[in-house]
């Protein structure tokens, strides 16, 4: 089955440490990208990537970084940088054909900074 | 001023109603619109495109207002299974990314 995995679901972590993200996609999908989720507000763009080996920044990138080094892959670090990392993360990615505006989301990794 | 405003709700309907939300967008120079729908701890998913012409697929119902700036869905006939949060979604830029709203809150009741 064609789709996109995030990993892990759930994520705890201390304050102060890094932590990993997985996207994965099989959908030969050119472009992704990494929203935030928070109660009550829209999702916001953290980073995009329309093409392997190049990024850009979205609206809150600050203390985000992430890698595309495959086409499949698009992992997102959360630094200690990031001053409220507490968030339902999403990943999507976009065909490449007619249809260039339609994302399609993974299930979402929930973190959550004790 | 937000790019995408909704009414957050919620809406409360009971079974075989009729109801309909709206959505406005600040980018006059926007070119696709969607109607997504998100289940609770869920991912969005991609409900109708929203075609300047309206369309509609089975109970639900999207149109465009260019001049206005609004997107509306109308959902007819309500299901139990219609609960969920309904995200308005317009492009900001041509092909690229996308601004989402925060959601309409349908609660379909018996």
């Known amino acids: 089955d064609g789709g996109i995995t995030q990993s892990p679901k759930y994520l705890f972590r201390k304050e102060g440490q890094n932590v990993t993200l997985s996207c994965e996609q099989n959908?030969?999908?050119?472009?992704m990208y990494w929203y935030r989720q928070d109660p009550g507000q829209g999702l916001r763009l953290i980073y995009y990537?329309?093409?392997?080996?190049?990024?850009q920044k979205g609206d809150i990138a600050e203390g985000y970084s992430v890698s595309r080094e495959k086409k499949e892959s698009f992992p997102l670090t959360v630094t200690s940088a990031q001053k409220n990392p507490t968030a339902f993360y999403l990943c999507?990615?976009?065909?490449?054909?007619?249809?260039?505006?339609?994302?399609?989301f993974g299930p979402g990794t929930r973190l959550t900074v004790l | 001023r937000k790019e995408v405003e909704q009414d957050p709700g919620p809406f409360n309907v009971p079974e075989g109603a009729t109801v309909a939300f709206n959505c406005t967008y600040s980018?006059?120079?926007?070119?696709?619109f969607f109607w997504y729908r998100q289940d609770c701890r869920k991912e969005p998913k991609l409900l109708m495109s929203?075609?300047?012409s309206g369309n509609e697929d089975g109970r639900f119902t999207a149109q465009l207002n260019r001049a206005s700036q609004y997107i509306s869905l109308l959902i007819r006939d309500s299901k139990l299974s219609d609960s969920a949060t309904y995200l308005c979604?317009?492009?900001?830029?041509?092909?690229?990314?996308?601004?989402f709203g925060a959601g309409t809150i349908l609660r379909v009741k018996s």
């Open positions: 999507a990615s976009t065909d490449s054909g007619k249809d260039t505006d339609t994302q399609y």
């Open positions: 990537s329309q093409i392997v080996n190049d990024f």
């Open positions: 980018n006059s120079a926007s070119q696709s």
């Open positions: 929203v075609y300047s």
């Open positions: 959908l030969n999908h050119d472009a």
């Open positions: 979604v317009v492009n900001a830029e041509y092909g690229n990314k996308l601004v």
